[in-house]
């Protein structure tokens, strides 16, 4: 299995920076593309931003410019940095991964536990 551990949320002022981390681990074979998904009450998870392997980066709208995905692939880890802050970012914001457990295993998507982002003053 794989497992993914996020970290970075909390409580930041409008206009403030926080950064995001997620650790994959477990018996990974390959992992294809990452990224951060996000749930505000009442709505529904929504893309932030991914980055395949090789790199390419897609963002949601909402978030162009002022975010930033990134990856460690020796560390099988994924950064998300936010700058400009706003309180309509103010969700849990969750990792994604889509990895293989073998050669011959099919790519399966996997879940962080989230973790809570607050924008306000």
């Known amino acids: 299995q794989v497992q993914l551990v996020e970290s970075g949320g909390g409580l930041v002022q409008p206009g403030g920076s926080l950064r995001l981390s997620c650790a994959a681990s477990?018996?990974?074979?390959?992992?294809?593309?990452m990224g951060w998904y996000r749930q505000a009450p009442g709505k529904q998870r929504e893309l932030v931003a991914a980055?395949?392997?090789?790199?390419?980066?897609n963002y949601a709208d909402s978030v162009k410019g002022r975010f930033t995905i990134s990856r460690d692939n020796a560390k099988n880890t994924v950064y998300l940095q936010m700058n400009s802050l706003k309180p309509e970012d103010t969700a849990v914001y969750y990792c994604?991964?889509?990895?293989?457990?073998?050669?011959?295993?099919?790519?399966?998507?996997?879940w962080g536990q989230g973790t809570q982002v607050t924008v306000s003053s």
């Open positions: 477990g018996s990974i074979f390959r992992i294809n593309a």
């Open positions: 980055i395949t392997s090789g790199g390419s980066t």
């Open positions: 994604n991964t889509d990895a293989k457990l073998s050669i011959i295993a099919a790519y399966r998507d996997y």
